[in-house]
């Protein structure tokens, strides 16, 4: 059984930074195409960051994180995490963690390309 754990999130001020965490049981990090999104309230659940499987070389940003936010994996402990600097209130979403254990590159930003996902963790950033 896989799940994905998702924690980190709290409540900052503009400018900060936070650093999220997704530990993973039942697959292997290192073996899986691993990402974050974000979903705000009352919008779609949006791509952040993915590292695909095997390759910790090419890594994905949306254009709105990129230069902000690094996503990393770390195979001994079967973890994923997500840095966040120079928050804004922008920024302020829940933080889903998804994992799939294929690595297509046309479906890595959306939704549909993933078929494990954690219960979020909730970030929000005051102005």
């Known amino acids: 059984q896989v799940q994905l754990v998702e924690s980190g999130g709290g409540l900052v001020q503009t400018g900060g930074s936070l650093r999220l965490s997704c530990a993973a049981s039942?697959?292997?990090?290192?073996?899986?195409?691993m990402a974050w999104f974000r979903q705000a309230p009352g919008k779609e659940r949006e791509f952040v960051a993915a590292?695909?499987?095997?390759?910790?070389?090419?890594?994905y940003y949306s254009d709105s994180v990129k230069g902000r936010f690094t996503i990393s994996r770390d195979n001994a402990k079967n973890t994923v995490h997500l840095q966040l600097n120079q928050l804004n209130p922008d920024d302020t979403a829940d933080y889903f963690c998804?994992?799939?254990?294929?690595?297509?590159?046309?479906?890595?930003?959306?939704?549909?390309?993933?078929?494990?996902w954690g219960q979020g963790t909730q970030v929000t950033v005051s102005s």
């Open positions: 998804a994992a799939t254990t294929t690595g297509i590159l046309s479906t890595l930003r959306q939704t549909t390309g993933y078929n494990f």
């Open positions: 039942g697959l292997s990090v290192r073996s899986s195409t």
């Open positions: 590292l695909r499987r095997y390759d910790s070389t090419n890594i």
